[in-house]
């Protein structure tokens, strides 16, 4: 493998490493949020904005 290969697949793989990285924090801040308005007693899948139900 020359050089040019593996500096390309280290960088595919540090972007393919970044990108996860980054849908994971916005995943974990959501779960956090969510379990927060549960241990408050409020619907985790509404905005304090949205009409209530019913």
């Known amino acids: ?19 996860i990285l980054l849908f994971e924090k916005r995943r974990a801040e959501g779960i956090r949020r969510d379990t927060g308005r549960m241990a408050e007693g409020r619907d985790p899948g509404r905005d304090e904005d949205d009409p209530p139900a019913g």
């Open 1 to 19: 493998m020359d050089l040019f290969r593996l500096v390309l697949v280290v960088l595919v793989t540090t972007g393919v490493v970044v990108a």
